[in-house]
């Protein structure tokens, strides 16, 4: 930011501090969040994050920061409404991770198993959580399978942390990045919760 903008900016900043302004700025945060909301509970989440975007760039404009005037609400609604199927992307890039175990039960390390090693590796590993069977899967791997389905790990991993569909100890950085034993050695995974490979609609098939 050039000096003469610094000066601008603080100069502009200043009358905040009285008169009201701090509860003024509040209430516009507010009423912009309440306007962001849209149909969805992604877009419902995002609402404060959106609200103090649009709020910086009136204030932006209003104070003669930038040289244009702030996005209309069309413009906001194009760029952050997310609707039911976006939504569900979560849980579409879980239907992935439960095909891929599925049809590579082979190529997931048991403790107790005496396998040969899989000609492409190990994909995870069994193992039991809360007295349960589940499934670890490498990062490497989970990543690579989602992205072959068109999924980013990075983009569903806020909405599979949110559900708690993954295992999480806050002994790890990140905590739901655990580190497990494969074969001789240990590596970082990805944890489901049991629930997510059983569904009430086995009954036992």
Known sequence: ???????????????L??????????????ALTEAHRYD???????????????LAAELAAAWGIVPFGPPDARVWAEVFAVG????????????????YVATHRRELWCPYGDGDHPFSGWIGRTL??????????????LKETLRRSGYELDSVLPS??????????SAYRPPYLLSKKINASKARMYVFQPEVFTTTEDDGE
């Open 1 to 15: 930011m050039s000096e003469r903008l610094r000066r601008t900016a603080f100069g502009r900043l200043a009358p």
């Open 17 to 30: 501090a009285r008169g009201g302004g701090q509860a003024r700025l509040l209430a516009r945060h507010q």
């Open 40 to 54: 969805s509970d992604m877009s419902a989440r995002r609402a404060p994050m959106v609200a103090c975007l649009a």
């Open 84 to 99: 039911d199927q976006s939504d569900n992307r979560g849980e579409m890039a879980l239907d992935i991770v439960r095909e």
């Open 128 to 141: 039991q959580h809360e007295g349960r069977d589940t499934v670890g899967l490498l990062a490497e791997r």
């Open 160 to 169: 599979w942390r949110e559900s708690g569909v993954l295992v999480e100890n």
